[in-house]
Nanobody, 114 residues
Framework: QVQLVESGGDLVQAGGSLRLSCAAS????????MGWYRQAPGKQRELVAT???????DYADSVKGRFTISRDNAKNAVYLEMNSLKPEDTAVYYC????????WGRGTQVTVSS
């Protein structure tokens, strides 16, 4: 059974940085585009970053220039480097395929204080 496990979330001050990791077990996603998503309290889950099998990336306008998505197919892992964090980045962050077809993991909480 496929399982996605996100980690790396924390409480940080505005302007700080975090690196999120996503590890997958039960299935290789080397042939899939992957994405990082986030869900803030009271809001719908949104896509923030995508990486294709070839390594091309795309970002939501709200994080462009601050976040960087990467992948390591050998480790079946996806990463999200987050810099210049803002309070509005506070959310639970999830990884999944793009488009979504894998079971959602529990996510990792990112809290940015002002």
């Amino acid at each position: 059974q496929v399982q996605l496990v996100e980690s790396g979330g924390d409480l940080v001050q505005a302007g700080g940085s975090l690196r999120l990791s996503c590890a997958a077990s039960g299935r290789s996603f080397r042939m899939n585009a992957m994405g990082w998503y986030r869900q803030a309290p009271g809001k719908q889950r949104e896509l923030v970053a995508t990486i294709t099998t070839g390594g091309s990336t795309d970002y939501a306008d709200s994080v462009k220039g601050r976040f960087t998505i990467s992948r390591d197919n050998a480790k079946n892992a996806v990463y999200l480097e987050m810099n210049s964090l803002k309070p509005e980045d506070t959310a639970v962050y999830y990884c999944n395929s793009r488009p979504v077809f894998l079971p959602w993991g529990r996510g990792t909480q990112v809290t940015v204080s002002s």
